[in-house]
């Protein structure tokens, strides 16, 4: 693994164009615009926010970098994670109305017609990308087979003995084919750094030496946002 600072924006972008035309791989799978679910007096709902810029900024990086990776005939898949345990451990809300609120707001994202966000699909149309090109999330639930954000709650039931639930959901994620195949696919990951240590330190240094992916750790708060972020290559 080696690991480098970079900060600016232009050199990140250099550098993952370059990572995704000459992998021998044929595919290239994006996990970007992750996000925390948040609960509102009604119902659950994405909070693109919360972390500043991270959610739709490194939507937007990863689809210019898509865009690079399509001119050189790559298949591109996007993934996005929904950090739905924080907000819900937090809440004064109580166990079974989360679980309520969570399950209809993932129902309202599965399916064949389900949307993205307004601001994640403007970003995604703007480079000609849409919900079509999503990898989707079977929950193993009703109305939830075929969902569009990958649930870490149920990522991190997972029964692998890996004592950290944020190592254990990626690893789930990621050694299972259906999502992730290493012989055919590159991955690159915008990772928030608030999971910096839990799930990259942690998952690459003892699980996951052997993948093919590029990993940007990015910081959240607002006025350092864009000008220093970490790139790490498996």
């Not at 898949?77 to 993932?106: C, L, M, P, W």
């Not at 029964?159 to 950290?164: F, V």
Request: glycine letters at 2%; aromatic letters at 12%.
């Amino acid at each position: 693994m080696k690991s480098e600072l970079v900060t600016e924006e232009k050199t990140l972008l250099e550098k993952l164009a370059e990572d995704v035309t000459c992998t021998t791989k044929e595919e290239i799978l994006f996990v970007t615009g992750h996000f925390p679910v948040v609960f509102e007096s009604e119902k659950a709902t994405e909070s693109l926010s919360r972390w500043g810029d991270f959610s739709l900024y490194s939507l937007e990086l990863a689809c210019q970098t898509a865009a690079k990776a399509r001119e050189v005939n790559k298949r591109i898949k996007f993934a996005f994670f929904a950090d739905d345990h924080t907000s819900a451990r937090e809440s004064r809300i109580n166990r079974s109305q989360v679980k309520i609120k969570i399950g209809k707001f993932y129902k309202s994202k599965s399916g064949e017609h389900a949307e993205l966000p307004a601001e994640y699909r403007e970003i995604m149309n703007g480079y000609d990308f849409s919900e079509k090109d999503v990898l989707r999330h079977n929950h193993k639930k009703r109305d939830r087979e075929d969902c569009l954000y990958f649930s870490e709650l149920i990522l991190r039931a997972s029964l692998r003995p890996i004592e950290n639930a944020c190592a254990r959901e990626y690893i789930e994620f990621l050694e299972d084919p259906q999502y992730f195949d290493n012989q055919q696919s590159y991955l690159i990951s915008f990772i928030p750094d608030r999971c910096t240590s839990n799930i990259c330190r942690f998952v690459m240094d003892r699980y996951a030496t052997g993948i093919s992916a590029t990993h940007v750790f990015m910081q959240t708060d607002n006025y350092f946002f864009q000008t220093h972020g970490k790139r790490e290559h498996i």
